[in-house]
């Protein structure tokens, strides 16, 4: 089979009408006031954001950032802008009092390391020394951690903070009659770059999950996000020295073209002809190994 031209090329404008027409379609069954979105000032959030708000308007919407004690101030800086751009309202909530009380903290012991500089190296010297991360192995391990290890302890220390922003979320709409909106996307979703349950899974309407992470880029240049938000990393900002989640997946361009190889079963033989065996195999590993993460709680039902 011959590789497409472009496989993952999209019709921007038509593309954010479906998108406008599933918020608007979701928002008018469930009969709600507001639609609630956590703003990172991220890309992903920040293209949501003004997706709902050119399908609702803005005074429809209600912003939450959800800072902790270890958020970068620059995401903060970029919620703020897009909010203030977008003429949202926008709330911010600090969650470190929740996080310590449910002792998350003490997971690590990042405490001892003064800084965000120091801690940042107490995190990449223990993947250093407790897994390796060469081409994004620390997704594959972070899947398969045994209990009490390093790395279960830090996927709990992370994954709290999502799940915590997604309690916040869901008692802010349910107090507003609000429909919570999402912002994950399907590179996210198929390699199990998100936290099951947190904020970037729970929701009503997911409008980016069918759109591979690097065509979120295209949607958001035609929508002339800030320049700031469009040209930052990817950062997951939940874990001191994880600063890039597309490293972590090598980069997603690459990924997200093997994903749509995967998708589409094409032979394996022809999708080498195109990329590494290894690199498929390892995305082939994250696909598998995240497989309950998008499941239903397996039941008799």
């Known amino acids: 089979?011959?590789?497409?031209?472009?496989?993952?090329?999209i019709d921007p404008a038509q593309t954010l009408c479906g998108i406008s027409?599933?918020?608007?379609?979701?928002?008018?069954?469930?009969?709600?006031?507001?639609?609630?979105?956590?703003?990172s000032g991220g890309l992903d959030s920040s293209l949501t954001t003004s997706l709902v708000v050119k399908?609702?308007?803005?005074?429809?919407?209600?912003?939450?950032?959800?800072?902790?004690?270890?958020?970068?101030p620059i995401h903060r800086k970029h919620?703020?802008?897009h909010a203030n751009q977008l003429g949202a309202d926008l709330k911010i909530?600090?969650?470190?009092?929740?996080?310590?009380?449910?002792?998350?903290?003490?997971?690590?012991?990042?405490?001892?390391?003064?800084?965000?500089?120091?801690?940042?190296?107490?995190?990449?010297?223990?993947?250093?020394?407790?897994?390796?991360?060469?081409?994004?192995?620390?997704?594959s391990i972070r899947l398969n951690g045994s209990g009490g290890s390093w790395v279960s302890r830090g996927n709990a220390y992370a994954c709290a903070k999502h799940r915590v922003r997604s309690v916040i979320l869901y008692r802010e709409a349910e107090r507003l009659n609000g429909?919570?909106?999402?912002?994950?996307?399907?590179?996210?979703?198929?390699?199990?770059?998100?936290?099951?349950?947190?904020?970037?899974?729970?929701?009503d309407v997911m409008p980016l999950l069918h759109l591979y992470r690097s065509q979120l880029e295209v949607l958001a240049d035609h929508l002339n996000l800030?320049?700031?938000?469009?040209?930052?990393?990817?950062?997951?900002?939940?874990?001191?020295?994880?600063?890039?989640?597309?490293?972590?997946?090598?980069?997603?361009?690459?990924?997200?073209?093997?994903?749509?190889?995967?998708?589409?079963?094409?032979?394996l033989p022809d999708l080498e002809k195109w990329f590494g065996a290894e690199e498929i195999r390892y995305i082939q590993t994250l696909v598998r190994n995240s497989v309950q993460y998008r499941e239903t709680p397996y039941s008799l039902l």
């Open 1 to 9: 089979m011959d590789w497409p031209e472009n496989p993952l090329r």
């Open 21 to 39: 027409d599933l918020i608007q379609n979701k928002f008018n069954h469930l009969n709600r006031r507001v639609a609630v979105i956590g703003l």
């Open 55 to 72: 399908s609702l308007g803005a005074d429809r919407v209600k912003l939450y950032y959800l800072p902790e004690r270890n958020s970068k």
């Open 79 to 81: 919620a703020v802008l």
């Open 93 to 139: 909530i600090n969650i470190t009092p929740i996080l310590r009380a449910m002792r998350i903290y003490s997971l690590l012991p990042l405490n001892f390391f003064p800084g965000r500089k120091l801690k940042a190296l107490a995190v990449n010297y223990g993947r250093e020394r407790f897994l390796k991360h060469s081409q994004g192995e620390f997704l």
């Open 179 to 203: 429909m919570v909106i999402g912002a994950a996307n399907k590179t996210e979703w198929l390699t199990g770059t998100f936290t099951q349950w947190g904020c970037d899974h729970n929701a």
């Open 226 to 267: 800030p320049e700031e938000i469009r040209n930052k990393k990817a950062d997951p900002d939940i874990l001191p020295g994880l600063n890039n989640k597309g490293e972590l997946l090598g980069s997603f361009e690459k990924a997200d073209q093997i994903l749509w190889g995967l998708e589409n079963l094409i032979d």
